[in-house]
């Protein structure tokens, strides 16, 4: 079974960088067919995919945060981990790493790994 710790402390300063990392555990992040995202759920708001990293490495980010985003794989620590550059108000939201034994995005209810989640309070 994987199991995806809360990816830790959340609080980032305005227009800085924010960097979450997350540890599998129970499997190597490299499982064939594996996909590692994140998501977030801003307050009052729905949970929302924004990019993955495959378990060859491959990334997709969605369209809106994609300029901003990178997720990378650390293989020997079995992590993978989140930087969201020049940090806004907006991006305050609980951050959860999650995982599918497929490439899943959009439909987040559809994934089968969940963290606990961490939020994320932008300070100015």
């Known amino acids: 079974q994987v199991q995806l710790p809360a990816p830790g402390s959340g609080l980032v300063k305005l227009s800085q960088i924010l960097s979450l990392t997350c540890t599998v555990s129970g499997g190597p992040i490299t499982t064939a067919y594996h996909f590692w995202s994140w998501v977030r759920q801003p307050p009052g708001k729905g949970l929302k995919w924004f990019g993955n990293?495959?378990?060859?490495?491959?990334?997709y980010y969605s369209p809106s945060l994609a300029s901003r985003t990178s997720i990378t794989m650390d293989t020997s620590k079995n992590q993978f981990t989140l930087q969201l550059t020049t940090v806004t108000p907006e991006d305050a939201a609980v951050y959860y790493c999650?995982?599918?034994?497929?490439?899943?995005?959009?439909?987040?209810?559809?994934?089968?790994?969940w963290g606990q989640g961490t939020q994320v309070t932008v300070s100015s």
């Open positions: 999650v995982g599918a034994p497929r490439d899943r995005r959009v439909e987040v209810s559809l994934f089968d790994y």
């Open positions: 990293i495959g378990y060859v490495g491959n990334t």
